[in-house]
């Protein structure tokens, strides 16, 4: 299961908009690993500096003081489509006349080989949707011509966007720029988060930043203003921001991948009104009701299954306890390319502290279980370390269909709860016990009434027709554009 990406924009005449462009990247590095890169503009030419690994690595001081600017935007990644390797970074930057945009992509689009077939590319040239986006926008905007502009006054770029945009099916979040706006764009089902932040007081600004996650706000100074809502596309430039719906009303239908709150999203990140963190431990409440056991202690998989095991352990009286040390300067396995790296990585993470695992019965709390490898080596673990019961808990529905929208789920074969009963399950991980937190549950913990989610990936139901046929597990190909049956 690998992640989305992660992108930021900034308009802010005065400030060093590389550095904060940095420090927003950096604060959703979480989002992406495989490589990162900034497009910068001083209101006549855009510099655009990308390059394959984390943020630190691609930036560095001297970097950064040799792009003075007004506006930027910037983009950490890790690849669903398209291969890791330089050419797929971004933002990707295209050349127009005279003129030029850059583009960063957050999602998945479901119908690229149509729109590749309509813009007349030769099979196998699109590397990726982020090339076919900034394609499709490059033949609109020489259509267009120079002096063209659009209702929010967002010049030729905004009337490509306008163009192009309705054609789009799938998950996307998008911040694009030109020399003089900077552009943030989310799908007509929000799949994907986005949000506004303002610089300096309210009534008078001092500049604006879009980012995937509200965090990134938070670090470069910026206040935390709205969600971007789906369908929406808003226009910044040194005036401030203006928007407008590009989808009828009929279109738009909101559908937040409900992996956002168990795992994506940072604990601190704020989404349909709520902090993740509070979330995640109410979670932790829930499943704690689900299926009670004895036990000596709770503890959670760091990082990520932390906050759900205090919510189990306030819930069940049960202490909470800490059962495995993490070696922080390893990144997330769960986005780690190749199996045997994040086989590998479980045990560069982890480390047992034995004093407090011997000879107890121990509930563990993790927030997802996708192929099981880290949770196999977490219970080897802690039964060489002297555990007398191991009893997992996993803070959301089994995960048993691929998903479209950016977030690279493995194929069912990969998928541990493909096609196993939760005995199976258990007896493959070697617990005592096994129990996920069910739908209702989650929806509940998260506690967002009327919000719309996606859980494709636990339900097989997809929100967005996805007109390719899907290898299941058994060998069977089914249509992905309406649930998909057992």
């Known amino acids: ?205 001092e500049g604006w930043a879009l980012a995937s996650e509200s965090p990134a706000l938070d670090i470069v100074g910026a206040t935390f203003v709205r969600d971007i809502a789906p369908g929406e596309l808003v226009v910044i430039d040194a005036d401030g921001p203006r928007s407008a719906v590009l989808w009828p009303d009929g279109e738009v239908d909101p559908h937040l991948c409900i992996f956002e709150f168990v795992y994506f999203a940072r604990p601190d990140t704020r989404l349909y009104g709520h902090e993740v963190h509070g979330a995640r431990r109410r979670m932790g409440e829930l499943l704690a009701t689900q299926r009670p056991v004895e036990a000596d202690m709770v503890m ?62 121990i509930v563990v709390v993790d927030d997802s279980l996708v192929r099981g490898t880290t949770q196999r080596a977490v219970v080897a673990m802690l039964r060489d370390a002297g555990a007398a019961a191991v009893h997992l808990r996993v803070s959301s529905p089994p995960l048993m269909w691929p998903c479209f929208y950016g977030i690279d789920i493995p194929d069912q074969q990969q998928l541990v709860a493909a096609g196993r009963s939760t005995d199976e399950i258990a007896a493959y991980l070697g617990v005592d016990s096994l129990e996920y937190l069910t739908l209702e549950h989650l929806v509940e913990a998260i506690d967002a009434p009327g919000a719309g989610f996606c859980s494709a990936c636990l339900t097989g139901t997809y929100p967005v027709p996805v007109p390719v046929a899907v290898r299941t597990s058994t060998d069977r190909t089914v249509s992905a554009t309406s649930p998909v049956g057992a």
């Not at 932390?306 to 396995?333: C, D, F, M, W």
Request: proline share 6%.
């Open 1 to 205: 299961m690998r992640e989305a990406c992660g992108v930021f924009g900034v308009v802010a005449p005065g400030k060093d908009v590389a550095q904060l462009t940095y420090d927003g990247l950096y604060a959703l590095q979480h989002r992406g690993q495989e490589s990162a890169g900034m497009a910068v503009s001083d209101g006549q030419s855009i510099t655009v500096v990308k390059d394959m690994g984390l943020v630190t690595t691609v930036f560095d001081e001297r970097t950064i003081a040799c792009l003075p600017g007004v506006l930027a935007i910037g983009h950490t990644r890790y690849s669903t489509t398209g291969a890791s390797e330089w050419r797929n970074a971004q933002p990707v930057f295209r050349g127009v006349g005279s003129a030029g945009f850059a583009l960063g992509h957050n999602g998945n689009l479901t119908n690229t080989a149509d729109l590749a077939e309509e813009a007349g590319m030769l099979p196998g040239v699109v590397a990726s949707d982020s090339d076919l986006m900034t394609e499709l926008l490059a033949v609109a905007l020489a259509d267009a011509g120079p002096g063209a502009t659009g209702p929010l006054g967002g010049g030729p770029l905004e009337g490509a966007l306008r163009a192009v945009l309705p054609s789009l099916r799938g998950a996307f979040s998008l911040v694009l720029m030109d020399e003089h706006r900077v552009f943030g764009v989310r799908d007509p089902h929000g799949l994907r988060p986005l949000c506004l932040g303002r610089f300096g007081p309210a009534e008078a600004p």
């Open 300 to 361: 959670g998989v760091p990082e990520s299954g932390v906050p759900a095991a205090e919510g189990y352990a306030r819930r069940s009286g049960i202490p909470y306890g800490q059962g495995l040390v993490k070696n922080r300067y390893i990144g997330r396995t769960f986005i780690t390319p190749g199996q045997k790296a994040r086989a590998d990585g479980v045990r560069r993470k982890l480390n047992p502290l034995r004093e407090n695992i011997a000879g107890k019965r």
